[in-house]
Each structure stands twice: as structure tokens, then as C-alpha cells.
């Protein structure tokens, strides 16, 4: 496969071949035969030209494209209708590589080189202007052509397995994935959602007045704790007040408010879920985000440490059930929604290499098979069971649950215990694919050192202990869904014939869930290839590893009669 870069040479955009050595190196096959790139010809292309030019080059063959950052080339060619099959995102890829255990403990030269202008944050991203291209004013960033020799170097003297070669195509995919739902959006119906806050806070308000729901509700908790001036929306007062008003609590959190019995904490409780959904959500929102009927999030692939994507704006992940009844399908069109039951635990099932576990994940849901073996009494004990495993509890139910889960999942178990102990010693941990974790930051403990520093030390390590367990389950279940949603897009790409983009195309995704808006005609197709890309993403990570990753799929077309 020819690797192509686009770069922009003296402030305007050009296309620079590159052909590497040897065939494109396979999940497996170990890394390619050599870092040595030779350079093919150099092609400059006008700004007007450029977009016509990545169509034809597309159309030639096999390509995969080196580029800065998909955030800030590919929004211009979606604009100007053309879809990339692959690419290669050179601010991602460092990013991943510059953390990867494996590369420093093969004495990796880009692991320990200081930092340089392909650490810095992505460039601004490029949106299309009065027809342009690219903003012809930006400054060129660095030379793409040397950085991808310098990875695929790296590649080759530490990535012998070809994980590190997968995780990068993968999260370069997703970077794909990330613009294309940006670019397509999600359909939103914006009289329904005026007509669900109405329904739930009142007629909208002026700028800067409560709607009238919530006034309703202020007034309750004033009453309830005799106090005319306390004010909700501030925390710190909010604290005061109800203290005051002989309540022990320290915070307004809804889990220490619901455990206490007093008259204000049903309507306090009421004021802050309507709070949340007017700011969150509210004509504010619908007026910033929702345009033409559709919402355009902007997604940060691999913007939270464990490689889960992160919003830049309109809380992309963070819709709620309250206003998924504005989510419509378009008049002949259907929502395929898939969800991922259980991914973490089935995750770590996989990663283990546990037999019993995974047998327990052949249930459609993996807690009930977990009951079913005799490993607890109730579904619930087995869900807190393993988020106390995952996550690292140790008090209620998840630590009476958690030995009989050590009895009947030894190497499950002993799989997240190491990854704690490792991050309490301030090693990192990997995910399956090689992605690293931060290193705890710690003095080194010496006999100077007071018992209280040496006490808030153990107590620093035991909180990283839970951070390293649960980095190497959520960060490979991360992997999976990048996988996932690569093998999903290449099949809609298929459903879609001659123009991908005018066919059925991922909308949403949420960690472990994806929204497909569909041709009704295609929906049935579009729900089997959700479960064969599930199917896919777990052969690649795991091999013939005997986990199901089972889905829940509904064709809908409302985004809430999904849930």
C-alpha cells in the first residue's frame, strides 16, 4: 500500500508520495522490513485542486494518508464530498508512542527525546471558507515526511508483535470516525426538544430568569427550610444553608443528599436534575449546537489517559435520557443503535485468558451467567462484584463479594491485582494494544522523610493502585471499540456503494454504544453488521480468545426508544 503525506510546502497545500519498503505490515506478521522510507514523486496541487486530486488517488488504489491531524485536514475534504479510506494521524500516533512501555524499554529513541513542536496540541482545525480548502495563512507544521519515518522506526525496534502497529491504525481510524460524525451529524428535531423542556421546566424564560418549573421548586426549599433567601444554584451557599438548618451534610452531591430524611431533599434533589438539564441542555444549547437539524459534536479522540475519546464542545458524551426524544431519524431513515453489554468485564475476560469467566460471558449478560455458574446469588452482587474488581472497591457490597470472585476467577482477578500493584510501585501499566499509563509522581521514601509524608505517600500509591487497575481494563476496552467501530465503518462504506457518504453512516458514539442512521431498507444489514464488526474487534485483539462480546441492537426511530 502506497503511504501518501499531505503536508503544505511554503504556506500552500501539496501531496508528497511515499512508498515503503516492503509490504504493509499485518496484525501479527511483526513490524515492516525496515524504517527506510524512499521518496516518490512530489506532487504540488493548488488549494482548489487539492480535494479532486485525494478523490482520484483514492480511486487509483490502496492508500493510507500521512497527515499533521484528520481534526485539521479532513473536515475540508468531507466539505467537498470526499471520503479517505485510511490514514495515519502523526499528533495521535506520537502521543501513543511516546508513552508506550515498549518503546522505552527498548531504549526507544523517540520515547526519551525531549520534546519537540510534534509534542505541542494539533493546529487550529480547518474549516471550509467561502470554498476554500485550508487557511493558506496558517503556519506549515513540521515536516509529516520525517515524523512517519521516525514512528515507523520506532515501530520496527519495539513493536515485534505488531500491536502497536494496530492501536495506531485503529485510533487513526477513529479519527476519521470523529470528523465523519461531526460532518454528517446527528439528526435533531428542535421544536421536539422545545416541546420535552417545556413539558419539563416551562415556557422558556428570558435571559438570565429561571424557567418555571424551577422557580416552583425554589420556593418549595425555601419553605422546607424556612429560609426566604437561600439561594440553590450556589454549592457553598446552598451547604451553609442547609447545615444551618441542622443538616450534617459537606457537599451537595446527590448520593450524600439522598441519604438523608428531611422535607427540602425531594425538591432540592428536583431543582438540581431540572439545573442540570437547562444548562446542560436547554434552549441555550439548542441554539449554539443544533443547526439545519442537526447536532455536530466535536469529538477528541484519545483525549482522556486511557485512550477514551473526550467532547470539545456540546457535551457529545453526555446526552441524556431526558432529551433523546428530539434525537429523530429522517423521513425513510432509521437509527441502528448498538450496545456493547458488559465490554469491560468481557474485556477482562479476554485479557486474562479466564475460561470460567468467559464462560460466564456467554449469556447475553454476563452477570446473570455469573449467577447462573453459582459464583453469587443476584445479578447486582455480581455487578458490584466486578466494578469492585475493575475499579478497585473495598467497602460494601464489592468487598463481600470480591473473594468469592478471586475463587472463582483466579486469573481474572489476579490480572487487575498485578496491574495494582505495579502503578502502588510507580511503574506504568500497558493496555493490551501497548497504550501507557502516566507514571505516579512521588518522592523516592527515605529515613528523612516525617510518618506523615511517609503516611500520605502509601496513601497516593494504594489511590494509583486503582488507577493502574482500572487504566489496563478501560483503556483495552477503549481498543476494542476503536476496533470495533473500524470494522463497522468499512462495512457501511460497502452498504453504501458508489458514495459512502450518501449511505448509511455512524452518528454517535458513546464508549461502548454506536449510532448508525440508516436507509430503512438497509437497517436490517446495517444491525448484522454491528454484530460482525463486534465479532471482528474481538478476533483482532484476542485471537481465538473463547469471549463473546454480545451487542443489544434496536432499528428505531427515535434515539430514546432505544433505551
Known amino acids: 500500500m502506497d503511504h501518501v503525506a499531505l503536508t503544505a510546502i511554503d504556506g500552500a497545500p501539496a501531496l508528497v508520495e511515499l512508498r515503503v519498503r516492503g509490504p504493509e505490515p499485518s496484525v501479527g506478521a511483526g513490524p515492516a522490513a525496515g524504517p527506510e522510507v524512499e521518496p516518490g514523486a512530489t506532487t504540488r496541487v493548488a488549494a482548489d485542486g487539492l480535494a479532486e486530486a485525494v478523490r482520484r488517488r483514492e480511486a487509483a488504489g490502496p492508500v493510507r494518508w500521512v497527515w499533521e491531524s484528520s481534526a485539521r485536514h479532513y473536515p475540508p475534504l468531507l466539505a467537498a464530498g470526499v471520503r479517505v479510506e485510511r490514514c495515519h494521524d502523526l499528533r ?43 487557511e493558506l495563512e496558517a503556519p506549515a507544521a513540521p515536516d509529516p515526511v520525517a515524523e512517519f519515518a521516525r514512528q515507523r522506526a520506532a515501530l520496527a525496534a519495539a513493536d515485534a508483535d505488531g500491536r502497536l502497529a494496530l492501536l495506531l491504525s485503529a485510533e487513526s481510524v477513529g479519527s476519521l470516525v470523529a470528523e465523519e460524525m461531526r460532518h454528517a451529524g446527528l439528526p435533531w428535531d428542535a421544536e421536539r ?215 472463582a476467577y483466579p486469573r481474572a482477578m489476579a490480572l487487575v491485582e498485578e496491574a495494582a500493584r505495579a502503578g502502588e510501585r510507580g511503574e506504568a501499566v500497558a493496555t493490551h494494544l501497548g497504550r501507557g499509563s502516566p507514571r505516579l509522581q512521588a518522592e523516592d521514601w527515605d529515613e528523612t522523610r516525617s510518618d506523615a509524608q511517609i503516611a500520605r505517600a502509601q496513601q497516593d500509591a494504594r489511590a494509583w493502585g486503582r488507577f493502574t487497575r482500572n487504566f489496563v481494563v478501560q483503556g483495552t476496552a477503549a481498543e476494542w471499540a476503536l476496533c470495533w467501530m473500524g470494522a463497522l465503518r468499512r462495512r457501511l462504506a460497502e452498504l453504501g456503494g458508489a458514495d459512502p457518504l450518501a449511505g448509511p453512516h455512524l452518528v454517535f458514539f458513546l464508549h461502548d454504544e454506536l449510532v448508525v442512521h440508516s436507509p430503512a431498507p438497509l437497517a436490517e444489514a446495517v444491525a448484522a453488521a454491528t454484530r460482525e464488526a463486534a465479532a471482528e474487534a474481538g478476533r483482532l485483539l484476542f485471537g481465538a480468545a473463547p469471549v463473546e462480546f454480545a451487542l443489544s441492537v434496536a432499528i428505531v426511530q427515535r434515539y430514546a426508544d432505544a433505551t
Open 92 to 134: 495521535l500516533a506520537r502521543r501513543i508512542l511516546r508513552s508506550a512501555p515498549a518503546l522505552r524499554a527498548a531504549g526507544s529513541e523517540l520515547a526519551t527525546a525531549p520534546a519537540d513542536a510534534w509534542d505541542a496540541p494539533a493546529g487550529p482545525r480547518a474549516e471550509p471558507v467561502g470554498g476554500a480548502l485550508f
Open 193 to 407: 426538544h422545545d416541546a420535552i423542556l417545556t413539558e419539563l421546566l416551562g415556557p422558556r424564560p428570558p435571559v438570565g430568569a429561571r424557567p418555571a418549573h424551577m422557580e416552583e421548586l425554589v420556593v418549595r426549599i425555601r419553605e422546607a427550610l424556612d429560609d426566604p433567601a437561600v439561594n440553590p444554584d450556589s454549592p457553598v451557599e446552598l451547604v451553609k444553608r442547609l447545615q444551618n438548618a441542622g443538616l450534617a451534610v459537606r457537599s451537595t452531591s446527590r448520593w450524600e443528599l439522598k441519604a438523608i430524611e428531611h422535607p427540602v431533599i425531594a425538591p432540592l434533589l428536583e431543582y438540581k436534575s431540572l439545573q442540570r438539564l437547562h444548562v446542560a441542555n436547554g434552549w441555550h444549547w439548542v441554539d449554539e449546537w443544533v443547526h439545519g437539524g442537526r447536532f455536530r459534536p466535536v469529538y477528541v479522540p484519545g483525549g482522556v489517559v486511557t485512550g477514551r475519546w473526550a467532547s470539545d464542545g456540546g457535551g457529545a458524551l453526555q446526552i441524556p435520557k431526558a432529551v433523546r426524544g428530539a434525537v429523530v431519524a429522517d423521513p425513510g431513515w432509521s437509527f441502528v443503535v448498538a450496545d456493547a453489554a458488559q465490554l469491560e468485564p468481557r474485556v477482562l475476560a479476554a485479557l486474562s485468558r479466564d475460561d470460567a469467566m468467559a464462560a460466564a460471558g456467554r449469556a447475553q449478560d454476563l452477570y446473570t451467567g455469573m449467577v447462573d455458574a453459582g459464583v453469587v446469588e443476584t445479578r447486582e452482587q455480581a455487578k458490584y462484584g466486578m466494578l469492585g474488581a475493575i475499579y478497585g472497591g473495598t467497602t460494601g457490597e464489592s468487598a463481600r463479594v470480591l473473594p468469592r470472585l478471586r475463587r
